[in-house]
């Protein structure tokens, strides 16, 4: 569903290969968040899955660290992601609370994160961010 959404960008639906073989999946999808009347465009990191014989090499780390580069060289500025309050901080995430950003929904502050890509970026933007539909279907 997401690929067929709008806010789907084939250049950050990203796969790693370790012989031959896909092993981790990484998806980034547009999303806005809603700053008052204004919209400030980003993207959101999910889905997310590194085989299970293939967790705790590093392989999430650097797939998320290439991602994060794509991002920024296509010329988005900041990312949020909801997930792994022990993980993704790794990588330079930090609670989206900081920006006073929120989600549209409840969930434990720890868990939704956001990451500038330009320092600054996320500066003046304070608002929720409504995830694109498919992200409601379960
Ligand atoms: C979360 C996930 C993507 C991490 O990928 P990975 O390639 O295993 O991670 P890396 O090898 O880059 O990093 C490993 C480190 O992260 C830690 N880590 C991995 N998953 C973690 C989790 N769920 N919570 C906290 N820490 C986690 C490991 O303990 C390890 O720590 P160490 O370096 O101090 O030993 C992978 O475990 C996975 O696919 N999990 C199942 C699906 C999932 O949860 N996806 C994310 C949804 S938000």
């Not at 400030?40 to 999430?60: D, H, R, S, W, Y």
């Not at 949020?80 to 929904?105: K, T």
């Not at 956001?114 to 320092?119: D, G, R």
């Amino acid at each position: 569903m997401l690929r067929s959404d709008p806010a789907y960008l084939p250049e950050l639906s990203l796969v790693a290969v370790v012989d031959e073989q896909i092993c981790a999946h990484l998806l980034f999808t547009r999303i806005d968040i809603e700053a008052g009347q204004e919209r400030f465009p980003a993207l959101a990191l999910a889905p997310m899955a590194v085989l299970p014989e293939k967790q705790n090499q590093g392989i999430g780390s650097k797939l998320v660290q290439f991602g994060l580069e794509q991002a920024r060289q296509l010329g988005f500025t900041a990312v949020i992601v909801l997930g792994w309050p022990e993980y993704y901080p790794r990588c330079g995430f930090r609670p989206a609370s900081r920006w006073e950003i929120r989600a549209p929904f409840p969930v434990p502050d720890p868990v939704f994160m956001a990451l500038e890509l330009i320092l600054g970026a996320l500066k003046n933007v304070r608002g929720a961010v409504p995830y694109t539909q498919p992200f409601y279907i379960i």
